[in-house]
T-cell receptor, first 114, second 114 residues
Framework: QKEVEQNSGPLSVPEGAIASLNCTYS??????FFWYRQYSGKSPELIMS????GDKEDGRFTAQLNKASQYVSLLIRDSQPSDSATYLC??????????????FGKGTHLIIQP | DGGITQSPKYLFRKEGQNVTLSCEQN?????MYWYRQDPGQGLRLIYY???????QKGDIAEGYSVSREKKESFPLTVTSAQKNPTAFYLC?????????????FGPGTRLTVL
């Protein structure tokens, strides 16, 4: 069973603080990992992708991957009220070439308090 | 502008009717996907296509059908066999073969069965 687990929240963080979102996955052969942001009533927007162990930074966002422990996390620095959204963790659990679908977690609802 | 379009934005269907949701992309992506999202849930894969005239079932294909006659288009038909079709339907596309499979989403179609 392919599973991606996230804490549903809500996670409440003061404006200007660091928001930390976590995700674990079940399939050890997973190759690619993504974070999507979804505002209420809208479609998901890709904000980070990571493929190798370690950290990847893009602006205020940092994705962290640990394949041995099967977890991926997203840090948002200097949180802004506009960061309030649901964050979906997605994993590409294919074992060969080609483009299979992604397996999504249920998302973490993040609230940035002004 | 390059992007993914879905139509209609909202769709109402009577029980027993088939409906077709449109998805078009001008990103020149080879792979296209259909996902379904229920309230408070992550996305679940319905069907995907890596190339024209070929497609594969995802995790919840029962009650749905697709076609891929053109690279740009991947319509989804929700048949009367789908027991609980009310949901938010999302189409995505990606460039396969890179091993990463970053997927980009259209704005979605919200289907309600009356």
């Amino acid at each position: 069973q392919k599973e991606v687990e996230q804490n549903s929240g809500p996670l409440s963080v003061p404006e200007g603080a660091i928001a930390s979102l976590n995700c674990t996955y079940s399939d050890r052969v997973s190759q690619s990992f993504f974070w999507y942001r979804q505002y209420s009533g809208k479609s998901p927007e890709l904000i980070m992708s990571i493929y190798s162990n370690g950290d990847k930074e893009d602006g205020r966002f940092t994705a962290q991957l640990n394949k041995a422990s099967q977890y991926v996390s997203l840090l948002i620095r200097d949180s802004q009220p506009s960061d309030s959204a649901t964050y979906l963790c997605a994993v590409n659990m294919y074992s060969g070439g080609g483009a299979d679908g992604l397996t999504f977690g249920k998302g973490t609802h993040l609230i940035i308090q002004p | 502008d390059g992007g993914i379009t879905q139509s209609p934005k909202y769709l109402f269907r009577k029980e027993g009717q088939n409906v077709t949701l449109s998805c078009e992309q001008n990103l020149n992506h080879d792979a296209m996907y259909w996902y379904r999202q229920d309230p408070g849930q992550g996305l679940r894969l319905i069907y995907y296509s890596q190339i024209v005239n070929d497609f594969q079932k995802g995790d919840i294909a029962e009650g749905y059908s697709v076609s891929r006659e053109k690279k740009e288009s991947f319509p989804l038909t929700v048949t009367s066999a789908q027991k609980n079709p009310t949901a938010f339907y999302l189409c995505a596309s990606s460039i396969p073969g890179l091993g990463y499979n970053e997927q980009f989403f259209g704005p979605g179609t919200r289907l309600t069965v009356l």
